[in-house]
C-alpha cells in the first residue's frame, strides 16, 4: 500500500520562503515523475513541479523562479522549496506521482502566506 506524507507547511510572511518534504513508502519511488499539487479554496487543484525520474523539472508558470522541486531517491523523499511567497501560493499542497494516482493522496500539508 502506498503512503505519501507531506510536511513542513506552516504560516508564513508575504516574501518568505518554507521547504515541503514528502516521503513515501510502500513504491518503488526511484522509477516515478513526482509532483507537487496545491489546491487553493474554492479552486481546483493544480500542478506546481514535477521531477522525472532523472532528475528533469517542469514549473508552472506562476511558480517558476520561486519554486525548486528537487528529490532524494535514496530517501523515497521529494521536496519543494519555496521563495519569494505570495499571498496567492496559499492552498493545501500534496505530493503524488505524475499523472497523479488517485489512491496516492495524502492529507497534504497546509501553507498559509499572509502578514
Known amino acids: 500500500q502506498v503512503q505519501l506524507v507531506e510536511s513542513g507547511g506552516g504560516l508564513v510572511q508575504p516574501g518568505g520562503s518554507l521547504r515541503l518534504s514528502c516521503v513515501a513508502s510502500g513504491v518503488i519511488f526511484s522509477i516515478y515523475t513526482m509532483g507537487w499539487y496545491r489546491q487553493a479554496p474554492g479552486k481546483q487543484r493544480e500542478l506546481v513541479a514535477r521531477i522525472s525520474s532523472g532528475g528533469r523539472s517542469n514549473y508552472a508558470d506562476s511558480v517558476k523562479g520561486r519554486f525548486t522541486i528537487s528529490r532524494d531517491n535514496a530517501e523515497n523523499t521529494v521536496y519543494l522549496q519555496m521563495a519569494s511567497l505570495k499571498p496567492e501560493d496559499t492552498a493545501v499542497y500534496y505530493c503524488?506521482?505524475?499523472?497523479?494516482?488517485?489512491?496516492?493522496w495524502g492529507q497534504g500539508t497546509q501553507v498559509t502566506v499572509s502578514s
Open positions: 503524488n506521482a505524475f499523472p497523479s494516482l488517485d489512491d496516492w
